[in-house]
């Protein structure tokens, strides 16, 4: 169990964890946008300099990602993570916007889970669950929800730790993987759908 829950993490990070955090969030969930797996690789390598090179490439990402084919609500959900990031590099709508991102990226990991016992939990308790999850009580969250909550609350310690581009080089380490777990979910799901 960590120590800080993952609402605390947010609430202390710095402008370049807050966006990273956000940046993260959203880089998980890009195998719901097939198309557009390098999208964001810009915006990371921009990181470093912080807020010298954040606006514009955040407006790049943003014309690249404007022409993504949006098939579904999951999709969809993806392109506004982008379209809501803060062009200012200012902490508080960094840390809305990250607080935002992480539960999108909850949510559409549950939307993929099957859950601890298969059961499809009302919308009420998909709510409580995550809320929980954040606060950190993770007890009844499936395995997609655990290990993107895992994942943001590594990135977030990374970050608080590491200097620079050291602790971005691990962060974006940490999303691949979770990108990749995503992508191989959502390719299976699309498989047993044919």
């Known amino acids: 169990m960590p120590s800080k829950s993952l609402r605390d993490l947010i609430a202390q990070a710095d402008e370049r964890g807050l966006a990273a955090s956000g940046l993260a969030c959203l880089d998980r969930c890009l195998p719901l946008l097939a198309s557009e797996a390098d999208v964001l690789r810009p915006l990371w390598a921009g990181l470093v300099?912080?807020?010298?090179?954040?606006?514009?490439?955040?407006?790049?990402?943003?014309?690249?990602?404007?022409?993504?084919?949006?098939?579904?609500?999951?999709?969809?959900?993806?392109?506004?993570?982008?379209?809501?990031?803060?062009?200012e590099w200012e902490a508080d709508p960094l840390r809305e916007w990250a607080d935002d991102c992480s539960v999108a990226a909850l949510e559409l990991h549950h939307r993929f889970d099957a859950g601890p016992g298969g059961d499809e939990p009302a919308a009420a308790d998909v709510v409580d669950v995550l809320k929980r999850c954040r606060e950190g009580e993770p007890d009844r969250a499936g395995p997609l929800v655990a290990g993107e909550l895992r994942r943001q609350i590594q990135i977030l310690e990374i970050l608080a730790d590491a200097e620079g581009g050291v602790g971005l080089r691990q962060a974006l380490d940490v999303s691949t993987e979770g990108q990749r777990v995503l992508r191989a979910v959502v390719s299976r799901r699309a498989r047993v759908q044919r």
């Open 49 to 87: 300099d912080g807020e010298e090179d954040w606006s514009g490439r955040l407006a790049e990402a943003r014309q690249t990602m404007e022409g993504a084919a949006v098939d579904d609500e999951a999709a969809a959900l993806v392109r506004q993570m982008l379209g809501a990031a803060p062009s």
